[in-house]
Structures are given as structure tokens and as C-alpha cells.
């Protein structure tokens, strides 16, 4: 069966699920504001670490004018002992079954992960990191990111299929989208 995908004019797929702090996350109560909206491995993958850390650095340039929501292949238990716990800007999820990745078409690919493993020194900086540990924590391990940027309107505008292990949206992407007047108007 062909994975499906959304492209970008596409509805987002509305979503009602619990985040690891308690509260419940429903993407049709961000209607009105813009979103970005990025699925990661599971949580003790350490180049989604080194990502979501950076994400978290960066939050503060646009987080007026865009909401960020993250998605775990990780049951809510794990992404709060390895990652929440940090008190990031912003959401997390965990999707342990899978079901948002389904929605949005977020792939896997064995090729995809060694491709990802080659890229040493991200590999590197990654296992480096502040308390850093890896544990077993669910989730696929050729599961391979994807990144979402939802209009106010609740459509897609970008919709990113990563390649390999690391293949995020770049931040000058994120920026440029956050910049743009109708998003400043709409958050």
C-alpha cells in the first residue's frame, strides 16, 4: 500500500492528544496562528537530541509568530525523563503507536538511517552533548524526520520529508515562513 503523504494545500490533519506535561493538544485550537509542526525518531535518538536542543535555542526569534509542536515515537514516560525535563518552549507529544506519522506520511528507511550515520560529525557533536545517555525508549530505528508548516488557515504550506537521520527544515526556512507578514498578522 503507498504511504500517503500531505503536500502543501493540503488540510493539516487535526489531531487530539495528550502532551507529556498533561495537557491536551488539539491542532484545530491553533487555528488563527501558525504552526510548525516536526516528528522526530524516538527520544534518546541522539541527532533528534542535538535537534531539538537547537530548536529550543532558537524558539525565542519566532516564537511570537509561530507555535512549535514536537512528536516522539516515544511513549510520554521516556521523552519526560530524557527530554521535557529540560523545560523546552514548547510542546511535546509522544507517539509511540505511531498514529500522527501515519497521518502526516512520516517514513521509514534503513537507507535513509545509515545515510544519517554517516554524517560523523553530527553523529559526533550529537553523542556529545549535554547528558546525553542512551536507553531503549520505542520508536523505529530507520524512522526518518519530517517537518510541517501550517498556515493560520490550518493548510500546509511546507510539508518536509527528511532523507536521512538529520534532514530537518532548515532554521532560514522556519525564519523566512515566521517572517512573512500574514504569519506576523495571524499569530
Given at each position: 500500500m503507498?504511504?500517503?503523504?500531505?503536500r502543501?494545500?493540503?488540510?493539516a490533519?487535526?489531531?487530539?492528544v495528550?502532551?507529556?506535561?498533561?495537557t491536551?493538544?488539539?491542532?484545530s485550537?491553533?487555528?488563527?496562528?501558525?504552526v510548525?509542526?516536526?516528528?522526530?525518531?524516538?527520544?534518546t535518538?541522539?541527532?533528534?537530541?542535538?535537534?531539538?536542543?537547537?530548536?529550543?535555542?532558537?524558539?525565542e526569534?519566532f516564537?511570537q509568530?509561530?507555535?512549535?509542536l514536537?512528536?516522539?515515537e516515544?511513549?510520554?514516560e521516556?521523552?519526560?525523563?530524557?527530554?521535557?525535563?529540560r523545560?523546552?518552549?514548547?510542546?511535546?507529544?509522544?507517539?509511540?503507536?505511531g498514529?500522527?506519522?501515519?497521518?502526516?506520511?512520516v517514513?521509514?528507511?534503513?537507507?535513509?538511517?545509515?545515510?544519517g550515520?554517516?554524517?560523523l560529525?553530527?553523529?559526533?557533536?550529537?553523542?556529545?552533548?549535554?547528558d546525553?545517555?542512551?536507553q531503549?525508549?520505542?520508536?523505529?530505528?530507520?524512522?526518518?524526520?519530517?517537518d510541517?508548516l501550517?498556515?493560520?488557515?490550518?493548510?500546509?504550506?511546507?510539508?518536509h520529508?527528511?532523507?536521512?537521520?538529520?534532514?530537518?527544515l532548515?532554521?532560514?526556512?522556519i525564519?523566512?515562513?515566521?517572517?512573512?507578514?500574514?504569519t506576523?498578522?495571524?499569530?
Amino acid at each position: 500500500m503507498a504511504r500517503k503523504i500531505v503536500r502543501p494545500g493540503d488540510p493539516a490533519p487535526d489531531f487530539d492528544v495528550q502532551a507529556v506535561d498533561g495537557t491536551r493538544v488539539r491542532l484545530s485550537d491553533y487555528r488563527g496562528a501558525p504552526v510548525l509542526l516536526s516528528f522526530y525518531r524516538y527520544v534518546t535518538c541522539p541527532v533528534c537530541n542535538l535537534r531539538i536542543q537547537q530548536l529550543a535555542q532558537q524558539h525565542e526569534r519566532f516564537s511570537q509568530r509561530l507555535n512549535v509542536l514536537a512528536v516522539f515515537e516515544s511513549p510520554n514516560e521516556f521523552i519526560h525523563e530524557y527530554v521535557a525535563r529540560r523545560g523546552l518552549p514548547f510542546p511535546l507529544i509522544g507517539d509511540p503507536d505511531g498514529r500522527l506519522y501515519a497521518r502526516y506520511g512520516v517514513k521509514r528507511s534503513w537507507l535513509g538511517m545509515l545515510l544519517g550515520m554517516l554524517r560523523l560529525p553530527t553523529v559526533l557533536e550529537a553523542t556529545r552533548a549535554r547528558d546525553y545517555t542512551f536507553q531503549w525508549s520505542g520508536g523505529h530505528m530507520n524512522r526518518v524526520p519530517a517537518d510541517f508548516l501550517i498556515g493560520a488557515d490550518g493548510t500546509i504550506e511546507v510539508a518536509h520529508y527528511g532523507s536521512e537521520l538529520y534532514d530537518h527544515l532548515p532554521f532560514r526556512d522556519i525564519d523566512a515562513f515566521a517572517a512573512r507578514p500574514e504569519t506576523a498578522a495571524g499569530a
